[in-house]
């Protein structure tokens, strides 16, 4: 960005187990999405290492980091992402497609997700005709099909209403009791006690990271 | 490369806004039709001129006698001369790489006096005495009987060798023409064969309108004696007429008491020359078809460039999210690519096939309507189609490059970031 870069993240320094279900949460600018992006592979740091699961992250090209993203890492996106004139199934299937599984298997693999998030039914629609909700599980869906480490989800429930956003996270606290490691940037705190721990952010530093007890979306549902 | 995934992937990018991608499939569909349609009617202008020269065997000339120019060894200046029949011999002899050397007389003309008469029925035909090369010269199609033969030529038999024509002024339908007489300036000759002119254009009526007889029989009957009319001399393949046919007129003016520099006397038509000047002209033609109708396919390959670029960005946020999805750079690239060379592709054959269609109701309308002048059978070869394929080819990867390398230039951590 040339002569007005700026300097978001000033010293990070923390690391996430296998298994944890973690919260980043911050007011914005707080550089919180900058940190997911790096984590995501999707923007480098300037300064600094990322170890996943033992392979250090850096000197990235373009061939490695799309790599690295199928095959690490899922993401969850506020505004879902999900192109729009496929179906959800097709959806679904394209971590797959660009990792190079065969059709019939990649979409075997697919509707297993589909089944997983409850929307087996609803494989062969367009997202234009699933409910916010809904495009949210499809997309979440999508993020496991690859069988990625990590799931990164920025905002997740940002677009949603309570009600679903719950529902959501219940699908999210299900996935984190399978196993998977799971990052959720969001500002509601709320959605951050569903997680298992808490990292706040504030002008690129860490300024608090702790363990919470967990509540179950569950209860609220 | 272009497995079922891929097929479908591009499809279904196609597909997510039909109207706009028929839109620019038009600019190259009309650019190729173009591009086709002027070879085609080119081919066809070109089908229509060279078919004036009939069938004649192009690599020829014609010879004949003018009045000198020059005195020459005590001869006065615009002394007349006549070939001979030995002349022929002779050209034969000294000059190679000669095919065939004809002498022919004529008498009569087309639309001239009656000259022919069988029965009550009279008409005015084109008379010529002939050897029987003439036929490899003027490729002819004997319908009935036979054309002329050496022995007709040594024993000068009375025999004549008639057209289309001919038979339908002297005779009534359905009659028997072979075995017949007509008599010709007043000599009854036998009528052994009937004949059209090989795919004759244009000058049918006048082909179908004609007699030919032995050239000995001609000298005799009509009192030309050994005199020769003209001769029509056709070189070997590989060797063009116009580079020996001076040595032909050298030879002639040797014989004659011609003065060596006496270019009047003899007078010529040099069929491969005019040929040659006509291939020529259409080899330009030709040329310009191909370059207008490029001009026009470029103002389409523009066209799918530009929507290749749109397209680029509206999915800006598209291709993000693929990339996210763990799609590499030149996974991307191929993609765009492949969409654009698909759709060139497509429209262009498209194109290619509405001017087949486009020919084929020219040629049929044609056919139904008769000759026109100076055109016959537009229509252009496969090897057009290929060319037409292959410039499709590149210039759908043309159009595809710009908007491929744009595609992958964003980062994707902005490309998510694009409403």
């Excluded at chain 2, 269609?357 to 059978?377: K, P, R, T, Y």
Aim: hydrophobic share 40%; glycine share 10%; with cysteine.
């Amino acid at each position: 960005m040339g002569s007005n870069s700026l300097h978001v993240l000033k010293g990070i320094n923390f690391d996430v187990k296998a298994g944890e279900l973690v919260s980043i949460m911050g007011s914005s600018g707080s550089g919180k999405s900058t940190l997911l992006n790096i984590l995501g592979m999707l923007d480098e740091a300037d300064k600094g290492e990322y170890i996943l699961d033992n392979v250090p992250i850096k000197n990235l090209n373009e061939k490695i980091a799309a790599k690295y993203r199928n095959e690490f890492l899922g993401f969850i996106f506020q505004s879902f992402n999900l192109i729009n004139y496929k179906s959800a199934l097709d959806n679904v299937s394209m971590p797959l497609y660009y990792k190079g599984v065969k059709r019939k298997e990649r979409t075997d693999r697919a509707m297993h997700y589909l089944e997983k998030v409850g929307l087996a039914e609803w494989s062969h629609h367009l997202p234009s005709e699933l409910s916010g909700g809904q495009k949210q599980r499809v997309a979440i869906a999508r993020a496991l099909a690859s069988d990625p480490k990590v799931l990164l989800a920025d905002e997740p429930t940002g677009a949603l209403d309570t009600k679903t956003s719950y529902e959501v996270m219940e699908l999210i606290q299900g996935i984190n009791d399978e196993g998977k490691t799971i990052l959720v940037v969001t500002h509601e705190h709320d959605i951050a006690q569903m997680t298992k721990r808490i990292v706040n952010l504030k002008d690129g530093v860490i300024i608090d990271d702790s363990k919470v007890e967990q509540v179950r979306a569950s209860q609220h549902v | 490369m272009f497995s079922k995934d891929r097929w479908s992937e591009i499809l279904e990018a196609l597909n997510a806004n039909r109207f706009r991608t028929l839109l620019t499939a038009f600019g190259v569909f009309w650019g190729i039709t173009i591009l086709v349609l002027l070879l085609a009617l080119t081919n066809g202008l070109k089908n229509g001129v060279t078919a004036d020269f009939g069938n004649f065997a192009t690599n020829s000339m014609f010879m004949w006698t003018q009045g000198t120019s020059k005195p020459y060894k005590g001869l006065p200046k615009g002394r007349r001369f006549n070939y001979k029949i030995e002349d022929v011999a002779a050209i034969k002899s000294e000059i190679p790489n000669l095919k065939y050397v004809s002498p022919r007389n004529q008498l009569g003309g087309f639309r001239g006096a009656n000259n022919v008469i069988r029965g009550t029925k009279t008409g005015a035909f084109e008379i010529y005495g002939d050897y029987p090369e003439y036929i490899n010269q003027q490729p002819m199609d004997i319908l009935q009987g036979r054309f002329l033969s050496y022995s007709d030529i040594n024993t000068k038999r009375k025999i004549c060798v008639i057209g289309t024509g001919v038979v339908k002024g002297l005779y009534d339908k359905g009659e028997e023409v072979l075995g017949t007489y007509i008599k010709i300036n007043g000599v009854n000759f036998l009528v052994v064969g009937t004949f059209k002119m090989s795919n004759s254009q244009g000058d049918d009526e006048q082909d179908a309108s004609t007699i030919y007889i032995p050239f000995t029989t001609f000298g005799q009957a009509f009192n030309r004696g050994e005199n020769v009319g003209w001769m029509a001399i056709t070189a070997e393949d590989n060797v063009p007429i116009t580079t020996i046919k001076q040595q032909v007129f050298d030879l002639m003016k040797s014989r004659h008491k011609v003065h060596p520099e006496d270019d009047r006397a003899i007078g010529h038509f040099d069929l491969a020359e005019q040929f040659g000047r006509i291939s020529g002209l259409f080899s330009i033609l030709t040329l310009v078809g191909y370059f207008v109708g490029a001009l026009v396919l470029i103002s389409g390959i523009i066209g799918i460039n530009n929507i290749m670029l749109i397209v680029v960005k509206e999915r800006t946020k598209e291709i993000g999210v693929r990339r996210a999805l763990g799609a590499t750079p030149w996974m991307i690239k191929g993609q765009i690519l492949q969409e654009s060379l698909v759709l060139t592709i497509l429209s262009g054959m498209l194109g290619v096939s509405f001017a087949a269609l486009v020919i084929w109701i020219m040629n049929s309308i044609l056919d139904n309507a008769g000759e026109v002048e100076n055109f016959a059978n537009p229509s252009v070869s496969m090897q057009v189609v290929f060319t037409a394929l292959i410039i499709l080819v590149v210039s759908g990867l043309l159009a595809g490059l710009i908007p491929a390398n744009r595609a992958t230039k964003m980062k994707p951590v902005d490309a998510l970031r694009v409403e």
